[in-house]
């Protein structure tokens, strides 16, 4: 994590038993409430709460109203890194997409051009659990916008992003990637499910 929050030093199950346990004791907060939650949980120092912001938000995907776009937006870009960025990404956001797709239309423009590189990753991510149904066009055009970044995170995005998808179609994975100029990272990473597999 490169020392970059602070924390109270619970370990991920035991942190995930109590807020289990919370809920079952206590249920989920109804929806009008959430945001409210999550801005004061992105408020405290520990990266714990963030943590069981996340966990709550993932809770309550799919009770989401359209205009929640907004909160999930300020959980991205507020105290950012991969561990927060990417489970939002993954999985928040990838549902609300589905669930609104006017919304995403809305929405995606604004994060595919964003100078803030976590939005991007969130653009280039969120399609990670679509399987079959993943918009490949899409996917493909949000990684062309980014050749030739030296973020990191995007690379590596860029990366994970292909070899998910080339577990539902490989061909297409395997063309895209020998006709673009992909960063060393994105490429290495794009292949990588698929090389292991040809060698099992």
Known sequence: MRNQFPYLGIKSPELSSLTSEFYSRNGLPP????????????????REYQYSGVGLLSRMNKKL??????????????????????????????????????MMN???????????????????????????KTDFVTLCQIIEENLGSKEFFINKAIGWSLRQYS???????????????????SK???????????NN
Not at 106 to 129: C, E
Not at 175 to 180: G, P
Not at 188 to 198: D, F, G, I, S, T
């Open 31 to 46: 929806v009008q409430e959430l945001a409210e939650i999550l801005r004061d949980l992105w408020q405290l120092p520990e």
């Open 65 to 102: 109203p359209d205009g929640f776009i907004s909160t999930i937006e300020y959980l991205l870009v507020s105290k950012p890194w991969w561990d927060t960025v990417d489970a939002i990404a993954g999985g928040t956001v990838g549902v609300h997409f589905q669930r609104f797709p006017d």
């Open 106 to 132: 809305s929405t995606l423009p604004s994060w595919r051009t964003s100078p803030i590189f976590w939005l991007r990753r969130s653009a280039i991510l969120f399609q990670l659990n679509y399987k079959e």
């Open 167 to 185: 577990k539902y179609n490989e061909s297409k994975v395997r063309e895209f990637v020998s006709k673009t100029n992909l960063h060393p990272l």
């Open 188 to 198: 290495r990473e794009a292949l990588k499910w698929l090389e292991r597999k040809a």
